[in-house]
Each structure stands twice: as structure tokens, then as C-alpha cells.
């Protein structure tokens, strides 16, 4: 085990597959903020997987060492799985996520480490998910800490993309679920975002931060979409669970019991 | 066809003065073709517009609310300037020359006993200044003086008061009283009554009559335009008379460049503002967007919106009612003040220096957009921020946390549901079934379901798209963790089978009813289910079908091997019994 004076704060994880010429626009834009980041004295390790690449993806981050990065290649072909093998690999004492095709605002690393450092167990996530290229979107996250925000519609709807920054026992406390098209369940950050509520995670946004995620059909999302994909049962579908969940929650709605007509 | 009609409408004010002479000059202008006088034709015309069913009227039955008989002094005896226009006055009289003199004097001493009004404006609230005169000894004075000083002269034209007209929303008018004061105006408001209590009463306690006008959005706005308002109650009166034409959005929920962006072939051909166009037809069109931020509804549609002037906005207006002063605000409104509030921060000078920033490394990220982008921003607005909500509405509702089985069914007396309910209700008792009725309007007693284990879902789905609708049903047997999910003529239920069916099989045991042709004599050729049962049944543990003919019919068409066969169930005795024991297909997950 690395010892924790040793560990750098943040490992920064870049994940690529087929994007080639594009990873060269990621891998950039993690290098801005990496900079930043050494600007505010945060040691950042840079990890980049390529999972299943093609020829000329790899090519393009043949040289990615020299810029201080490490490389790895896996041949899962499952987002969830190499994000799992990414967080087995990392150092830093918290992980964030970068996909091949996306862009960070380079104030990203600075601004959600010092959210995460300051809360134990709050997990990072940027102000907006500003959607680009083929379809063109805002998405603006909720802050888990705002009173409006009801975390048991989290089992209806998810609320969070899987781009954020966590504290690395979260990730490995709580790995990601590989996705399983066959059997009609995937969204495996969903089925993230519930599990780590469920262990008193706080999903916070970060001010003044952005990712840029590129839209491209044949997109994972789009194909589970399609799919008519599910997350896996998770005791948040249950009412049963959640009855009793609110119960312990302080503060918590009113239970399901209470008005009911047929109760 | 005019002729017909002016006589039919001059035939209703003959009917309210109850004058006779009045309708013998009605005939003979009429005979003497003055109905060609364009004037007189406009008087009808616009007769005809706010009384759409004048001419189908009975005779007896009150055209116009005049005259003023009975009412206070003020209006008996001099109806104000800004309520009397002597031309329209004189239109409406068979010999116009008589009064052209002196058309108020004329009106005072005839007009009114025969039942003209005196002015168009007065068409409008005449019915409201009646109202009014049961509370106060000026009504007239307590309407019209709501008008800015400088818009007095429009009191007596339809502009201020068609525009109100249009502009009424019964529900969220009603949604503002209680129980017990609705019971004591005679219930919930049609779009006439509200128009007439709101300018009679309920202007005067400061009640919202438009949901499209948000009181303090407005002054906001006229703040910003540089405009001021000297009776802030009567902020309402003073949009339609002022804001309308400096084209000032009176509420948060409609976003003009937005909208204009999207529909602009729409805009171009009503040849109107873009914010009339969406209150006139827009907000009851579920396809359209109001402003980035979302739809403000839950995306279903509603044929009766329009008629009703019930924009589809209003479900989500109303969500919570209780926690808000609704003559002010609602849910929807905070929800899009919050919103906008939270993407008006990406135009910030630092957000504006990193967006910058990126574009150096990724152009595209500034490319323009079509149009506004469409903004999520939950808590407070996103697409699925209507489903979310009713399912814990549903689930607060249900108040069961477990169940069984449960029994989609149609609602209403759907053939073949009753009889197939009895036999699982004897085997499996009500205390364990949940029977939810997905399609149609229905009761227990009509489903043959005790009041107890019945749930009507259709309040928690009107309105919503039907990728929702699915969602919210799955919701619910998720979260009942049922053992047994069983469709019984169920639309909704067939629709979760055959899109949630392999999911659902892994955690239940699914079932179905499948029903014969011979049940349905207008059905020939397969029977009725035949195309869901098709979708459905790789998942389904058992069908129970109406007769052993419709069994060996589906095991024919389908060559159904053995095992597969067996779970082909005709209905009768032991039916549910056999069809309960049967081995699960499949359990994993």
C-alpha cells in the first residue's frame, strides 16, 4: 500500500477507446488542468486506459509518457469495468473521471478537490454538462445539499453523470456494475449514484465548472437507451426500503404511509 | 343566412326587454333590409363573437346583461363616458336618427328598458358590474376605475376586456379558493363565471385569474422597462391595458427569443406576438416549448385544454398548491425563476473565461446552437421532473409497501375482467392483491375489485407521455415488490409486458388473461390479446385464456412445444390454482 504522505491528492483518469484524432482534444484539456491544479501545489497523477482501442487511437497517445502520464490498455469493453481497473490503478487519494471524447474546464481538479477535501465523503460533480457537437444540450446537475432535491426520485430518474471526482474508497467500496444489454440492464453510473446515497455519500456541484461532453450516435448511453435498459434492482426501487431509509434520514419527507388512502 | 341570424339576435333582445314594440322595429328594420347597414352587421358580428350561441338561443333566455333594472344609481342613471360609445349605441337602434342627438339622454330613457347596451365594453362586464352591485354602491366606478387613468377611453371597446377574456384560466382561479367558499359561488368556474367574479370580487382581494401573469414578474419587468404602475392590485388590468402593446412577458415560464426561435414559421403565420400566439394556442399544445427550461407539463395532451382555457402548464402550476400564495406564484413559476436564475450564472464573466478557455482546445463547444438549448436544471425543471414527482405521489398514495400480486386491469366494465378477477381475488384473498386499474375512468364495483385492494391510476398518469406512463407503472410494482404482476385486459399492463418483460420476469412471475374472439362479437380472426399475447409471452409464467378451443388455437398457430403449451391455461375450475403452480420460467437478476 502507498503510504497516504506519499499519494498524490488526485489521480486523473482519462479513458479512450476509438475517439482517435479527438483523444488528442481531451487528453489536452486534461493537461490544462493538470496544470492548474500544480499551480495550487496539488500533486496530480495522470492515468490514461485505452480499453479495446483502435490502431490509430493508440497511436495518438504514443507519446502521452512524456507529458507525465501513465498508459494502460485493457480489453474489457464495458465502461463500468475499465473504470473499475482504473480505480485498482490509481494512487491518488481521489479519482476523476475524463472520457475520450470530453472536455474539463481546466479550473475543474482545483475547484472540486477543494469541495472533496473539505466534506469527507462528498462526491464532485461540475456545475453543467454542457452537451456539444451532434446534439447540442445543458444540463445543469442538482446539488444534493438543496432542500428541493428529494433523493428518493433517484430510483425514477438519475441525476448525476459518472464524470466527477470522488475519494478513491468510493469508487472501491462501491464498484461500477458491468452492464449486462442481454438481460436489459445498464446505466451503471445510475445504479453508482444510488449506491453511494445509500452509503452517505453527498452528490455536491462544484461552482464555476464544466464539462463538455461530446454527443455522438452510438454513444453507450444511447445504445442502453435503445435497449430498453434498465439499472439493476437496487433496494431503491423497493418502497419497503425506502419507507425505512426516510425514517432514518434526518429531516426526511413524510413517509409513504401517512395519507393514504388504501394504507 | 345574416338575416336569419339578425333576427334571431335582435329576436334575444326582445326576449330580455320582454317589449313587443321593440320587436316589431327589430322586424321591420329587418324588412326594411337595414340588416344590409354595415354597421348593424358589425354590432352582429361581434354579438356573435362573444356570444358564440346567441343565435341558438331560446327566446326567453337572457342575450345580454342589460339592461341595468335594479341597479345601483350609478349605473341607472348616467352611465359613465368611459362606458358609453354613442355610435355603437346608435348601430343597435332601429331608427338611429331619433337618438343621434342626444344618444346617452336616449339611452337613459329607452335604450336601456329595451335592452341595448351601451357600449361594446359593456357586453363584456355587464354581467360583472351586476356582480359587483351586490357589494358595493359603485361597481361601475370600482371596475373601471382599475384601469390606468390614461386607458379609461378602452373601458367601453372589447380590446382590454377580449384580451381578459382570453387570458382566463378557471382552474387556477378555483385552485384559490377553499373548499367550502367554492361551495358558496356555486363551484369550480367555467371561463364566463370567472371572468365575472374576478373583475366583480376578486381583482379587489387580489386573486390570479391568468396563469400566464405572474404579479411580481410583471412589476419587475416594468421596473426594467422604465414603466410604473400606480395600483400594484391592479397590476393584471394594467398588462392588458399597457404592458400588452409594450410587449412586456409577464410571467417566467415564457421565454420569447425562445420561443420565436422554435416556431418561427408558427409566429410568421399568426402574424401576432409570439407570447399571444402561445396563450391562445401554444400553452394547450403539448409539443410546444415555452422556454429553454422546459415544457412545464408533463407532456401528454389534453383535447378539452383549449375549450376548457386549462393550459397544459396548469398540472404543474398546481403541483403543491399548498405551499404557495397561488394569486402570486406557484411551484412552476419559483421552479423557473430557480432555473433560470441557475443558467443565467454560465453567462457570468468567469464561466464566460472557461467556456473561452476550452474553445481554444475544442472549437466545437462553441458552435451555435439551433436555437436556445434546451436546459435541465432539476431540481426545479428537467423532462422527467414530472414523472419523478408523480411517482412519489403515487407512492405516498398507495401507502402499501408490499403486495403479492398485482392485477393490471383497464378500469371500467372492460368484458372479460370481472370474471377473471373472481377466481384470483377466491385464491389469493384481497389482503395480498392490489388490483390497478391503467386505461379508462372506472370504479372498483365495475372492475369487480373490493374498494380496498383497487387503485385508479389514471389521476397519477393523465397528462403524461407514454414512455412516462410505462415508467410510472413500472415504478409502482417495483416498489411493491410484487410477486405476481397479472394483465387483465390491461393496455398499459401489456405495454410494461412487452417492454419491462424481461427485467421484470427475472424478480416476478409474470401472468396474463388472454381473451377469445368469441368474447368480443365485433372481433373476428384472432382474438383480441393476440398481438400483445405474441410480444409478451417469452415472458409470461402463464396465460389464462378464455376457453380450451382459444388454448389449442395458440398452440397451433404457435406449434407450442409441450411445456409451453401447459402454461396455456383455459379459465374455469382450478384455473388459477394450476396456473399458480406452475415452475417459473425464469429467475435470476
Redesign the interface.
Given at each position: 500500500m502507498v503510504e497516504a504522505a506519499r499519494r498524490p491528492d488526485i489521480t486523473a483518469v482519462l479513458i479512450a477507446h476509438v475517439e482517435q484524432t479527438m483523444i488528442g482534444?481531451s487528453f489536452?484539456?486534461m493537461l490544462?488542468a493538470v496544470r492548474v491544479a500544480a499551480e495550487a501545489a496539488l500533486d496530480i497523477e495522470m492515468l490514461v486506459v485505452l480499453d479495446k482501442p483502435d490502431e490509430t487511437t493508440r497511436e495518438m497517445l504514443a507519446e502521452v509518457d512524456t507529458q507525465g502520464a501513465r498508459v494502460l490498455e485493457v480489453a474489457y469493453g464495458d465502461q463500468a469495468l475499465v473504470r473499475n481497473h482504473a480505480v485498482g490503478e490509481s494512487r491518488g487519494r481521489f479519482v476523476a473521471f475524463l472520457d475520450g471524447d470530453d472536455?474539463?474546464?481546466?479550473?475543474w481538479l482545483v475547484a472540486a478537490h477543494a469541495l472533496c477535501a473539505a466534506e469527507p465523503r462528498t462526491i464532485a460533480h461540475p456545475?453543467?454538462d454542457?452537451v456539444?457537437?451532434e446534439r447540442?444540450?445543458?444540463?445543469?446537475?442538482?446539488d444534493q445539499t438543496?432542500p428541493?432535491?428529494?433523493p428518493?426520485?433517484l430510483?425514477?430518474?438519475n441525476?448525476w453523470d459518472s464524470l466527477c471526482l470522488a475519494p478513491r474508497e468510493a469508487f472501491l467500496d462501491h464498484p461500477f456494475q458491468a452492464r449486462a444489454l442481454e438481460?436489459?440492464?445498464a446505466f451503471e453510473d445510475w445504479l453508482w449514484n444510488l449506491d453511494t446515497v445509500r452509503a452517505g455519500y453527498v452528490h455536491r456541484v462544484v461552482?464555476?465548472?464544466?464539462h463538455?461532453k461530446?454527443s455522438r450516435s452510438g454513444s453507450q448511453y444511447r445504445l442502453a437507451s435503445a435497449n430498453?435498459s434498465?439499472t439493476?434492482?437496487t433496494p431503491f426501487?423497493?418502497?419497503?426500503w425506502?419507507?425505512e431509509w426516510e425514517g432514518t434520514r434526518e429531516g426526511a419527507?413524510?413517509t409513504?404511509?401517512?395519507?393514504?388512502?388504501?394504507? | 343566412m345574416m338575416r336569419a341570424r339578425l333576427r334571431t339576435v335582435f329576436g334575444g333582445v326582445k326576449g330580455v326587454a320582454g317589449n313587443a314594440q321593440l320587436s316589431e322595429r327589430v322586424d321591420r328594420a329587418i324588412g326594411a333590409r337595414r340588416w344590409k347597414d354595415p354597421s348593424v352587421r358589425q354590432v352582429v358580428r361581434r354579438f356573435l363573437r362573444i356570444h358564440p350561441g346567441a343565435n341558438r338561443r331560446a327566446p326567453t333566455e337572457p342575450l345580454l346583461p342589460f339592461p341595468f333594472a335594479g341597479l345601483p344609481a350609478e349605473v341607472n342613471e348616467s352611465v359613465p363616458d368611459p362606458l358609453f360609445d354613442a355610435s355603437f349605441y346608435l348601430a343597435q337602434l332601429p331608427d338611429p336618427a331619433k337618438a343621434a342627438q342626444a344618444p346617452r339622454k336616449h339611452f337613459a330613457e329607452h335604450g336601456r328598458a329595451a335592452g341595448h347596451a351601451p357600449s361594446l365594453g359593456a357586453v363584456y362586464i355587464g354581467e360583472a358590474i351586476r356582480e359587483r352591485a351586490r357589494v358595493s354602491e359603485t361597481p361601475m366606478r370600482d371596475i373601471i376605475g382599475l384601469l390606468p387613468p390614461e386607458k379609461e377611453h378602452l373601458a367601453k371597446t372589447d380590446v382590454v376586456w377580449k384580451r381578459l377574456r382570453f387570458c382566463a384560466h378557471p382552474r387556477l382561479y378555483s385552485a384559490q379558493f377553499s373548499a367550502h367558499e367554492l361551495e358558496q359561488v356555486a363551484g369550480e368556474f367555467d371561463v364566463d363565471r370567472a371572468v365575472s367574479h374576478y373583475l366583480a370580487h376578486g381583482i379587489h382581494e387580489g386573486r390570479r385569474l391568468c396563469a400566464l401573469f405572474n404579479p411580481d414578474w410583471y412589476l419587475e419587468q416594468l421596473d426594467r422597462a422604465g414603466l410604473k404602475i400606480a395600483e400594484e392590485k391592479a397590476s393584471f388590468l394594467h398588462w392588458l391595458a399597457v404592458g400588452w402593446n409594450e410587449r412586456i412577458v409577464p410571467t417566467p415560464l415564457f421565454h420569447q427569443g425562445f420561443y420565436e426561435e422554435r416556431y418561427p414559421w408558427t409566429i410568421a403565420k399568426s402574424q401576432t406576438w409570439s407570447f399571444v400566439h402561445y396563450l391562445k394556442k401554444g400553452c394547450y399544445h403539448a409539443d410546444r416549448l415555452a422556454s429553454p427550461n422546459g415544457r412545464h407539463h408533463p407532456g401528454g395532451s389534453d383535447p378539452q385544454a383549449s375549450e376548457l382555457q386549462a393550459p397544459l402548464l396548469l398540472r404543474e402550476m398546481l403541483y403543491r398548491a399548498d405551499e404557495y400564495d397561488l394569486s402570486r406564484t406557484s411551484w412552476a413559476e419559483e421552479g423557473a425563476r430557480a432555473a433560470r436564475a441557475k443558467y443565467d450564472v454560465l453567462g457570468s464573466a468567469r464561466m464566460t473565461e472557461l467556456v473561452a478557455k476550452a474553445a481554444e482546445i475544442e472549437p466545437l463547444v462553441l458552435q451555435p446552437h439551433r436555437d436556445y438549448p434546451v436546459v435541465g436544471a432539476p431540481p426545479y425543471r428537467g423532462r422527467r421532473l414530472f414523472l419523478d414527482r408523480q411517482a412519489e405521489e403515487l407512492r405516498r398514495t398507495v401507502g402499501r409497501v408490499h403486495v403479492e400480486t398485482v392485477v393490471l386491469v383497464p378500469g371500467g366494465t372492460a368484458a372479460g375482467v370481472a370474471a377473471t378477477l373472481e377466481p384470483l381475488l377466491a385464491h389469493t384473498g384481497s389482503d395480498s392483491l392490489l388490483v390497478v386499474a391503467t386505461d379508462t375512468d372506472g370504479t372498483a364495483d365495475e372492475s369487480g375489485a373490493p374498494e380496498k385492494a383497487y387503485l385508479d391510476l389514471l389521476p397519477f398518469l393523465n397528462g403524461m407521455e407514454e414512455d412516462f406512463r410505462l415508467d410510472l407503472l413500472l415504478d409502482l410494482v417495483r416498489g411493491l415488490s410484487a410477486e405476481r404482476i397479472i394483465v387483465v385486459g390491461s393496455e398499459l399492463g401489456w405495454g410494461l409486458l412487452a417492454t419491462y418483460g424481461r427485467q421484470l420476469s427475472a424478480r416476478a412471475s409474470l401472468g396474463a388473461y388472454v381473451p377469445s374472439a368469441e368474447a368480443d362479437p365485433g372481433q373476428t380472426g384472432p382474438g383480441p390479446a393476440s398481438r400483445e399475447f405474441q410480444q409478451c409471452f417469452a415472458y409470461l409464467d402463464w396465460a389464462l385464456v378464455a376457453n380450451e378451443t382459444l388454448a389449442n388455437e395458440l398452440t397451433d398457430r404457435y406449434v407450442l412445444p409441450t411445456a409451453l403449451a401447459e402454461r396455456l391455461v383455459p379459465l374455469g375450475e382450478q384455473a388459477v390454482e394450476r396456473a399458480f403452480d406452475l415452475p417459473r420460467r425464469r429467475q435470476h437478476g
Open positions: 482534444v489536452r484539456s490544462a472536455l474539463w474546464t481546466e479550473n456545475y453543467a454542457w456539444f457537437d447540442r444540450s445543458l444540463s445543469l446537475p442538482p438543496d428541493q432535491f428529494d428518493a426520485t430510483r425514477v430518474t441525476a438481460q436489459g440492464y461552482p464555476d465548472t464544466i463538455f461530446r430498453q434498465l439493476r434492482p426501487q423497493d418502497y419497503a425506502l419507507q419527507p413524510r409513504a404511509a401517512e395519507s393514504s388512502p388504501l394504507g | -
